[in-house]
């Protein structure tokens, strides 16, 4: 089974823990905290191109049409922060982190999905992908970040745009995303189709496809 890489780096520290005695954080089972904010990835970090970047939300819209943000249009929507944890499927969490930048449920409403959309295809460059049911996507803390604790992101982190879903693994969370498209049927994103838990809630532990109840995703 293919495993995103890790790679050291030397990024700012996370808060202290607090002293043993006190409470901790509460992570997902299985997971260890992380110092630092390590890079987790498969492929080679894109070169951000403003003048040839757009955003777009494609597939089963309401209104059947595609639609498309340049970069500056993009970073003209309504913005907000949340403050979500990061957890990596292979075993470390990043805890506190703030996010700031553009809501899903503001895309959503920007460019609604028609009432029969189920789930949604994140897509980034190169064509990695991730899918997720709607309801996860449209969490309200689901948030397409552009900075991170105040600080634009830095290239191999995502920039320009990464998706945030704080309730599912991270690699839920394409960076370097370019597209949304509305889907009637479920289908496997890059990680979900070489092993990895089609929904992939950390809280159930739900790290490999092997682990997939019925129903929780389409055949592999
Ligand atoms: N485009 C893209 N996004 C991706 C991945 C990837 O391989 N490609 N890996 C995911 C995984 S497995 C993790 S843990 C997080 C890591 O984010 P970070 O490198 O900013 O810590 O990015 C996610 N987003
Ligand atoms: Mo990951």
């Not at 809501?103 to 789930?119: K, N, S, W």
């Not at 604790?149 to 191999?156: I, K, V």
Request: glycine share 10%; charged share 25%; net charge negative.
């Amino acid at each position: 089974m293919g495993q995103p890489e890790e790679h050291a780096s030397g990024e700012a520290a996370q808060p202290e823990l607090p002293p043993p005695g006190l409470p901790q954080p509460e992570l997902p089972p299985g997971q260890r905290l992380q110092r630092g904010w390590p890079v987790t990835h498969y492929g080679p970090v894109p070169r951000f191109r403003p003048e040839r970047w757009e955003f777009q939300v494609f597939g089963a819209t309401a209104d059947g049409s595609k639609h498309s943000w340049t970069h500056t249009e993009f970073g003209a929507l309504p913005r907000s922060t949340v403050v979500a944890d990061l957890h990596c499927v292979t075993r470390f969490s990043m805890i506190g982190a703030e996010w700031s930048g553009v809501p899903a449920r503001v895309v959503l409403e920007a460019a609604p999905p028609a009432p029969d959309v189920t789930h949604v295809m994140v897509w980034a460059e190169y064509g990695f992908s991730s899918n997720m049911r709607l309801s996860d996507f449209a969490d309200e803390r689901s948030i397409f970040a552009t900075h991170k604790d105040g600080e634009l992101l830095t290239a191999e982190h995502g920039f320009p745009l990464r998706l945030i879903v704080p309730h599912l693994y991270a690699w839920k969370g394409p960076k370097w995303v370019r597209a949304v498209e509305y889907m009637t049927t479920d289908r496997r994103g890059f990680w979900e189709e070489r092993g990895y838990h089609n929904v992939g809630d950390p809280w159930k532990e739900q790290r490999y496809s092997y682990q997939e109840e019925p129903g929780e995703g389409p055949d592999l």
